[in-house]
């Protein structure tokens, strides 16, 4: 009698199992989907934030079209936003005046003289007013182009450097109307452009009635030119080449000076937006421009061999013998 009491008690504890115990692991079964969503929603998560911190400190190659594109865009927008600006030439030759006058009392107020010195050189001023009118554009796209092909992984970085230091200066353009040198009011300054019947000047000729001429702080021939020649002078490998990179700025000062359309106040703010242009690339990418890896991290990695223990590649034949 005993033994079919103990089998119809099992018989009901396995139908109570297979009933009421069924449906607790269901629930239990249930709850574990949620745990299970959230933790494979924090693993997406924390793989999309490793993958952004490898971006971040090792930047993707950059593609062509949609450099050319941005670059493109980059400058219209800049041209429109930039003759956009309303001139105000009364405030702009209220803040000539206060730039000169500050200079005059730190003793740099030398452009004056630069600028009729220079003048009496044709060829050279000429050169000068062709330089300041090509250069500035001619030199910029080609440290672009060479980023872009040798230094692939440093170039995103740069170009980032780039864009935020002219979008401080449409900043400056806007907050600080500035009348360069050649058009100040009572400041014997001579425009080397009429003077000798040269072109490239946004402030003389036609180009006056479609451009701002009181854009001149901060100066962006510097803040470019201190850019390129930056990049080429920690870049390059031949040594004349990485000079000719710290003396593009120089010539470019020299210049901007001597054709009378910046003061020196101009290129000091020329250089402080491009200080704070690599700020913004060092905080964005965790590293200076230039100490980034020549080649983004993430192609090298893929083109190394990946080597596993040896242990790993032998036959698993003792749990087979088992």
């Avoid at 933790?39 to 971006?55: D, H, I, N, P």
């Avoid at 740099?108 to 009729?116: G, P």
């Avoid at 182009?145 to 900043?171: D, K």
Wanted: with cysteine.
């Amino acid at each position: 009698m005993g033994e079919p009491t103990e089998i119809q008690r099992g018989d009901a504890g396995r139908a109570e199992a297979a009933s009421g115990g069924g449906s607790e692991a269901a629930t239990a079964e249930s709850g574990r989907l949620p745990d299970g969503a959230t933790r494979a929603a924090q693993s997406r998560g924390a793989a999309l934030r490793k993958r952004f911190r490898e971006q971040r400190r090792s930047p993707a190659r950059p593609r062509i079209w949609f450099e050319l594109a941005l670059i493109g865009i980059s400058y219209w927008i800049y041209s429109i936003v930039r003759n956009a600006v309303p001139e105000q030439e009364a405030i702009a030759q209220k803040h000539a005046r206060w730039i000169w006058e500050l200079e005059q009392h730190l003793g740099i107020a030398v452009e004056r003289s630069v600028n009729h010195a220079v003048d009496g050189v044709g060829w050279l001023i000429t050169g000068m007013n062709y330089y300041y009118a090509t250069l500035h554009f001619i030199i910029t796209i080609g440290v672009l182009v060479w980023l872009y092909r040798s230094h692939p992984g440093r170039y995103v970085a740069a170009r980032t450097v780039l864009f935020v230091t002219t979008l401080i200066a449409l900043v400056g353009f806007y907050a600080f109307p500035l009348a360069p040198p050649r058009l100040m009011t009572d400041g014997g300054f001579i425009d080397t452009v009429k003077t000798h019947g040269t072109w490239g000047s946004f402030a003389s000729g036609p180009a006056a009635h479609v451009s701002n001429m009181y854009a001149a702080m901060p100066s962006m021939h510097i803040g470019w030119s201190t850019w390129c020649g930056l990049a080429i002078f920690f870049l390059a490998r031949r040594a004349w080449v990485r000079a000719l990179g710290l003396l593009y700025p120089a010539a470019t000062l020299l210049v901007i000076v001597s054709t009378a359309n910046h003061f020196w106040m101009d290129a000091v703010g020329g250089a402080i937006c491009l200080g704070v242009g690599f700020l913004a690339a060092r905080w964005l990418y965790h590293e200076w421009v230039y100490r980034l890896p020549q080649t983004p991290a993430r192609e090298t990695a893929a083109e190394e061999p990946i080597t596993v223990p040896e242990q790993w590649s032998e036959p698993a034949v003792s749990s087979a013998r088992r």
